[in-house]
Every structure is written in structure tokens, then in C-alpha cells.
């Protein structure tokens, strides 16, 4: 039997030790991020301006743009390297929208929120970036300020709608236990009480934030 030398069986033994290393090196990645089948999201956003135009009436009512905020829990419960399916909880807050009208009398402003359960897929879960989309529907409460633009005041101040809710985003994992998120999402709903009949039955309430994502 043929003997090697000692360096040369050091150099055999390195070589299958990195070899090794790399074939478990993703391998274990992979393993610690299909344990993390939990997401807790925190997000920061803004909602654009928009303008409604009145029923049977000249005139249209414009809506300010306002900061949101939200919470998002997701649980996976389907994975594999290509995609992954969650099932999620979408919270979502809009606290002072102003509202300015010329030829009718409209609530000074009105708050917004939304909670909404839904599904979310998520493509390239165990990647650095993973874009995803979600669908989604739930409740939705509008609460109106409690005096209108002539400084009346108004009793009817909470009013409830089904939500449809919808979108997509950009998932980017800085560690194992933190990533950052950039999303956009469509709250699609009934109108708010804004004191005057609308022209169409139904307003998109699209927010666009980004967030921080803590993995468990």
C-alpha cells in the first residue's frame, strides 16, 4: 500500500473540510431560514392627495395626503426555493386626512383604518431580495371629525365598510432576524362619510411605506 506523505494528506483533508464548508454553507442558510416561518413587519407610510367629485351636484371635495402606519404579521405555511405562501394580517392606520369642498359642507377631516387578513407570495424566500404579492379583504372603519367645514357639529362620526385589499412589495434581509421592507397596497372600500353624496359608490385608498421585519 502506497503511503503519502504527511503534507499531502494535509492537503487532502483541507480540501474536503472547504469543500465541506461550502456544500453546508447554503445548506444551513437555507435550514435557518425555513425555521423562521414567522414575520413581524412595522411600517411607516404616506397616502397621496386625491380629489371626489359630487353626485348631481358642480363641485368636488379634495382629500389631503397623511402619513400611515402599519403592522403586518405573516406565518408561512407553504415553502419551497422558488416561493413561499403565507398567511398574513394586514393593520393599517391613516389619522387625519383634511377635507376642503367649495360648494358643499363636508367633515374638516377623518381618520381611517384597516385590518385586513390574507395571503401573500413571496418568490425567492431564502434570496437576500425577495419580491412578493399579496390579496386580501377585511374591515374597515372610518371615523369622521366631529364638527363639518360651516362649524356644525355632527353626530354620525363612525361608519363601518368591507375592504378589498391588494398589492405587492420588496422584502431585503439584512441578518438573520431583521430585514427591511418597501411595499404598496390598495385599500379598496365604500366611501367615507363625507356628509354629500359621491359620484362613484367606492374610493382607493393607496399606501405606499416601508418597514422594518423582524424574523422568528
Do not use: C
Not at 372610518?142 to 363639518?148: D, E, K, N, R, V
Amino acid at each position: 500500500m502506497r503511503v503519502l506523505p504527511v503534507g499531502t494528506r494535509r492537503v487532502r483533508w483541507s480540501g474536503l473540510l472547504l469543500l465541506a464548508a461550502i456544500t453546508a454553507g447554503p445548506a444551513r442558510a437555507e435550514n435557518q431560514e425555513r425555521a423562521q416561518n414567522q414575520e413581524l413587519t412595522f411600517s411607516l407610510g404616506e397616502i397621496p392627495g386625491q380629489t371626489r367629485s359630487f353626485q348631481g351636484l358642480a363641485g368636488r371635495a379634495q382629500i389631503s395626503a397623511d402619513r400611515s402606519f402599519g403592522i403586518n404579521y405573516g406565518h408561512r405555511f407553504l415553502g419551497a426555493k422558488i416561493a413561499a405562501l403565507y398567511g398574513e394580517i394586514e393593520f393599517a392606520a391613516i389619522p387625519n386626512r383634511a377635507l376642503t369642498a367649495v360648494t358643499a359642507t363636508v367633515p374638516q377631516n377623518y381618520a381611517s383604518l384597516y385590518l385586513t387578513p390574507g395571503l401573500r407570495l413571496k418568490f425567492l424566500p431564502a434570496s437576500r431580495l425577495s419580491p412578493w404579492v399579496a390579496i386580501g379583504g377585511g374591515y374597515g372603519l372610518y371615523q369622521q371629525f366631529a364638527q363639518l367645514s360651516n362649524s356644525q357639529n355632527t353626530t354620525n362620526k363612525f361608519l363601518n365598510r368591507g375592504v378589498f385589499e391588494y398589492g405587492g412589495g420588496l422584502d431585503y434581509r439584512l441578518f438573520r432576524f431583521v430585514g427591511l421592507r418597501g411595499e404598496v397596497r390598495d385599500f379598496f372600500s365604500g366611501n367615507p362619510n363625507l356628509n354629500v353624496a359621491l359620484s362613484t359608490s367606492a374610493q382607493h385608498n393607496v399606501v405606499a411605506s416601508n418597514g422594518l421585519i423582524l424574523h422568528f
